[in-house]
């Protein structure tokens, strides 16, 4: 297969949905509304039987009729009719297709052997499958994206995403959006009949676009050529997998979703420590390792300056730095004068972590202490807790938006000035606090301000356990490359 | 100290603010807005030597001026006014009174001797003192809050919590909030001079308005006489501890907030595990276990029945459940086969867990087969997935709020009536998924549908993590009273 196929199925410009439909309720009729609402920038040919026009495109009877080639197809039609859309694509010389139905190798020994149909007829026909069970392609360069996906970020980015589920495909894609994770392409790949995770693997290690790699796994089965293809990639670009059913219950569930042999936890450690990959524990840990990533190129800090306001939050950042393996280094007096002049009289403490005193301390206050603390050779980094809950609930009670905005812009500018200064960055620390509906305009402040922090490459987290566990792995990453480093 | 002297701190009828102001950058400012907003139900005396009125309250120059008797006072005034007010409240023979500022043990030796001149003049004069350098009392039955408490819960419940930090118990108390997690008492002790966390524990054992006890603790120096407070109080209810500076390097934080000496992990969690108590790891997981033990008094099961919808849900509970110990039994043939004759003929899954297909399927689908699952002798809980992001966006895109409400309120509905025929608890796993400020209406609908399942005892998380995590501290307290059930 060459670089140009690729092209035209993760790029396609022109489209055909096999099982178009007007019915939302149909596969043929979601598809057509996620690539219509989402804005698909080719040519776009809809194709079935019946009807003239499917939200404004006009509809082809057959694949056969559409004037012209075709670079990719949507196959939207049940597991029954999959076979013969595979044929047609062969006949039409499309170069790849992506197959959205359920009801194959998953389903016992019937769909086995149908599924198997499918790869013997797509290969010998030159053509490329995605799928079946999954949701096709997200490619947001082109327009295109999966079945649930119409609200997907429409920008593209450097992260590459391969799915073994659907769902957790578009979890991970909308846990992104909000923190400025951008996709290059991500593929959730069902079944995986034809191209494989492996692959997948080997065209993100080439993918200029492509700078750090996230895997949903459930099973695979090509397991030598899998672990040199994560190995090869994991040299050159940072990894994060998530792999499903490792525990002693939890391989009757991947058996039953995509048919795959789940693995033992031990022998799947060992792979992915080895490779020089990344582990994460669920879709919401992966998402937060690709935002560091991210944000956080060649990072390699050990040592964390911390500035938290409120005893509890001084305490806590402390304890689960240590815990995650970092130093939080003593100051000497003179630093500690230097930070202290800056504090209130009571309450507040020039230590390392900095006690703010409360947690709504001005940025004019904060951004200088960032500073005599970035400048200490024996600090890597910064982090900052923002009780940003309190913030903007003080906000929502005096009714104003302005004092909401000025901090996360402040503090956001501080960090980017001490990165510049020092080349040391600054992790953001949110907690969320909000839990009642009347409150939900405290939790959108919080979103704004991640929005704002991560698009200036600034990294946020709810918790200092999930900030400290996530710093540490893309550091495990940046300083032991091919060296042993998981984390449970 | 009798009853009676608890019931006018913790419930006072007529409570004097010492330092009251106008100014709303004072904490005596913050106070007055914080009890006239929330609603302080008795009488209310200001005390300032300026002034006529604050916030229409008419204003005494001294305590002593203030006709009648005062049950409770707060002490709003810097470090070294706080002497002279403490004697004021001994000479007007006030039962008990908050101190709300720093600068006494945390900050050194001078501070440690006022502290203790504090507390030596307090004893002589029978006054009780809680603080300093706390937030101070939560009773909403009184309509008494901490100091940024204004939008707590006005509704007294089950649960009380004792805090070595103000901030930590603000936030478990808004965390609470949209749990349904309702507090008799809250009290943030700061270097708890004179009312001890032991003292507390003891208060919350003979309580008969408590039913469950949370604790934020950083160090103490009655260890003996704590642990067998603790060991009395988790004998009769459920006791759930976050400790603070149990690390490396934790114990310099609790230091300098507190003052207090944190104690060795090994110490700390053996005497836990041996009174019978929970031990949580942060101020959320904290608040979700006091949710859990709020919804599932005498929950002890073992083996969960569990319905998810969309492959990698099916794949993580399992997985998740099996980590914290669960176990999910195998289906006979025949009860697969009623489970499966509900769900669509592809997709889907009629085993353990229940693949729903589609993270949407309908509640009429689902209610009969949580029911099929309860019935069931080897199953003891029902968990349900609920990816509400997916839905709430559809309702947001449609336009319509009808579709957004019927779900939970089916499902909940569905859930009680199984509690009802079946004895058999049912929680709720809703992942945070919302991430981006413009989809924020969907993480309010999640926020909906948690106080809606959660005031109906349906306790709800956002991850199969944490939600197994904390069922098994709830399970291992109910089944193992008194034996050791520390995890980590």
């Known amino acids: 297969m060459t670089a140009d196929n690729y092209e035209a199925i993760f790029y396609p410009g022109k489209l055909a949905v096999i099982g178009a439909s007007e019915n939302p309720l149909k596969f043929g009729g979601l598809v057509m509304r996620a690539l219509t609402d989402f804005g698909f920038k080719g040519d776009l040919y809809p194709v079935n039987p019946r009807g003239q026009s499917i939200l404004g495109h006009k509809t082809y009877a057959k694949l056969q009729d559409v004037p012209g080639p075709v670079d990719f197809a949507v196959i939207a039609v049940p597991a029954p009719k999959v076979l013969d859309a595979v044929r047609s694509c062969v006949d039409k010389g499309v170069a790849g297709a992506e197959i959205l139905a359920a009801g194959f190798r998953e389903e016992g020994e019937a769909g086995k052997a149908l599924e198997r149909e499918l790869v013997l007829t797509a290969r010998a026909g030159g053509l490329r499958l995605i799928g079946p069970n999954g949701f096709g392609v997200y490619s947001p360069a082109a327009g295109l994206t999966l079945l649930p996906g119409v609200d997907f970020s429409r920008e593209p980015g450097p992260v590459g995403l391969i799915s073994q589920s659907g769902g957790g495909a578009c979890d991970a894609i909308y846990m992104s959006r909000g923190r400025s994770v951008r996709f290059s392409i991500a593929v959730s790949l069902g079944n995986a009949c034809d191209i494989s995770v492996t692959e997948m693997l080997r065209y993100f290690e080439d993918d200029h676009r492509t700078r750090i790699v996230g895997a949903y796994i459930e099973g695979i089965d090509d397991g030598r050529d899998f672990f040199n293809a994560l190995k090869g990639l994991a040299a050159k670009k940072p990894v994060v997998i998530l792999k499903g059913g490792l525990s002693e219950q939890g391989p009757r569930g991947a058996a039953?979703?995509?048919?795959?042999?789940?693995?033992?936890?031990?022998?799947?450690?060992?792979?992915?420590?080895?490779?020089?990959?990344?582990?994460?524990?669920?879709?919401?840990?992966?998402?937060?390792?690709?935002?560091?990533?991210?944000?956080?190129?060649?990072?390699?800090?050990?040592?964390?300056?911390?500035?938290?306001g409120g005893g509890i939050r001084v305490v806590e950042s402390l304890d689960w730095a240590s815990y995650h393996g970092f130093l939080v280094p003593e100051l000497d007096p003179e630093t500690s004068g230097r930070l202290q002049a800056l504090l209130p009289p009571a309450g507040?403490?020039?230590?390392?972590?900095?006690?703010?005193?409360?947690?709504?301390?001005?940025?004019?206050?904060?951004?200088?202490m960032m500073e005599i603390l970035a400048k200490r050779p024996d600090i890597d980094f910064l982090a900052l807790y923002q009780m940003l809950f309190y913030h903007f609930n003080e906000a929502r009670r005096m009714g104003s938006d302005a004092f909401k905005i000025e901090f996360h812009h402040d503090l956001a500018k501080a960090a980017e000035e001490v990165r510049e200064k020092t080349g040391k960055p600054t992790m953001v620390i949110m907690p969320d606090i909000t839990?009642?509906?009347?409150?939900?305009?405290?939790?959108?402040?919080?979103?704004?301000?991640?929005?704002?922090?991560?698009?200036?490459?600034?990294?946020?987290?709810?918790?200092?356990?999930?900030a400290f566990s996530v710093l540490r792995r893309v550091a495990d990453y940046y300083t032991g490359r091919g060296q042993s480093r998981f984390i449970g």
Chains 1, 2 share one sequence.
């Open 435 to 466: 839990s009642d509906p009347e409150h939900v305009y405290n939790e959108k402040g919080r979103m704004e301000a991640r929005l704002h922090y991560t698009s200036r490459k600034i990294p946020c987290f709810d918790s200092a356990d999930r």
């Open 256 to 308: 039953g979703h995509t048919g795959s042999m789940a693995g033992s936890r031990q022998a799947w450690e060992a792979a992915i420590k080895s490779a020089g990959a990344v582990m994460a524990k669920d879709i919401k840990d992966l998402t937060e390792c690709l935002m560091a990533f991210n944000c956080l190129e060649g990072f390699s800090g050990r040592s964390a300056g911390i500035l938290a």
């Open 348 to 368: 507040g403490r020039g230590a390392n972590p900095v006690d703010l005193a409360n947690p709504m301390m001005s940025p004019s206050v904060i951004a200088p």
